[in-house]
């Protein structure tokens, strides 16, 4: 299956700016030692040892949290395996403009072209993205905005989904209960919220029954 961009939905932390450790990625995703070097050699990343620890760049940090959203929405090690999740940001030049956020660009100002080594473009990837995903973190969804001003939104949308025998997709779920992917991702076969029983149909799809539906179909 073709796995689309990854696109950062706040559901994990912001890329940090340093490079971290094994065990600091295990308790980023909330896997696994084994889990975590079974995604690194799927998506062929390295690391780089430092002393007798090995450290992982913002970069490889991008591409692991790319890794952990396909997987949390129902792709497997093959998918990430045969489309890589990584991106390479050689010999890409870099727009500079002159003018600040928010103002009236000025015509006499001109943009600049700043052509950057593959391992300055990294950083300049990675630094972009850190700002990406701390802007979005602190913007709320539109599902969160809908949530706050009506409470019974998630049952309405949980009663019309087991009445009409909907699959929803994980993000779906995600969305309607306003749950991070991670937490959807580590459910097992069925999980109860809400007064309602939702459960596992395939990879990345669920099925939502009312409790007195399930009762009667037991």
């Excluded at 940090?16 to 062929?44: C, F, H, N, W």
């Excluded at 459910?187 to 099925?207: A, H, Q, S, T």
Aim: no cysteine; net charge negative; hydrophobic share 35%.
């Amino acid at each position: 299956m073709t796995i689309p961009p990854y696109e950062p939905d706040g559901s994990l932390p912001p890329t940090p700016a340093e490079g971290v450790t094994a065990k600091d990625l295990m308790a980023r995703y909330g896997v696994s030692k084994q889990t975590l070097y079974t995604r690194i050699k799927t998506i062929e990343i390295s690391g780089t040892k430092r002393g007798k620890q090995v450290f992982f760049n913002p970069v490889e940090v991008h591409q692991l949290d790319a890794a952990h959203d396909a997987l949390g929405k129902g792709y497997g090690l093959n998918d990430l395996k045969d489309q890589a999740v990584s991106f390479d940001g050689s010999d890409v030049p870099v727009d500079v403009s002159t003018t600040s956020m928010g103002s009236t660009p000025d015509p006499n100002l001109q943009q600049m072209e700043l052509a950057l080594r593959p391992d300055q473009t990294q950083m300049a990837t990675a630094l972009a993205a850190v700002v990406l995903k701390a802007v979005e973190a602190g913007t709320p969804s539109q599902a969160q905005i809908e949530a706050s001003r009506d409470p019974l939104r998630p049952y309405r949308m949980l009663r019309e989904s087991a009445q009409e025998k909907y699959q929803l997709s994980s993000q779906s779920v995600r969305e309607i209960l306003g749950l991070s992917q991670s937490t959807i991702h580590s459910w097992g076969r069925e999980v109860r919220r809400n007064g309602f029983l939702i459960k596992r149909v395939g990879p990345g799809r669920w099925r939502v029954y009312e409790e007195e539906e399930e009762e009667q179909a037991a």
